[in-house]
C-alpha cells in the first residue's frame, strides 16, 4: 500500500487542522491505521492508531481528548483531526499502514508502510 500525507501548515496555539493520509494499491481497512510525529532532535511519536480488527481507537496521552482519528473507507482514506493545539504539538506528522497486534500498535515497528510526512507548526 502507498500512502500520502496532506493537510500540515501553520497555526496558531489554540487553532484546528485535519491531516489526511490517502491510500492506494491497497485498502485502508486491511491493516491497522497509524499517525506518527517526530520533533527535530526527537524520537518519532506514536500519536494515534486505528485497529484494522474491531475499530479501536487509541491515542497518545498527549493528545488524547483534542486529536480524533478517522477513516473514510469510500475514500480509501484516514485522517487526523487536531484541535486545541498547542506549540509542542509541532513537528512532521506521518501516517502508516501495518498489521502487528497489541502493544506493537504503538510502535514504528508495528508499521510496515509509511507515507511521507507533513509538517504542522504551532505558534504560540
Known sequence: ???QASGGGLVQAGG??????AASGDTVNA???AWFRQAPGKERE???TRI???GRLYYADSVKGRFTISRDNAK???YLQM?????????VYVCAAGTAIFSATKTPQGYKYWGQGTQVTVSS
Open 31 to 33: 491493516y491497522n491505521m
Open 16 to 21: 484546528s487542522l485535519s491531516l489526511s493520509c
Open 1 to 3: 500500500v502507498q500512502l
Open 46 to 48: 506514536f500519536v494515534a
Open 52 to 54: 484494522r480488527s474491531g
Open 83 to 91: 484541535n486545541s493545539l498547542k506549540p509542542e504539538d509541532t513537528a
Open 76 to 78: 480509501n482514506t484516514m
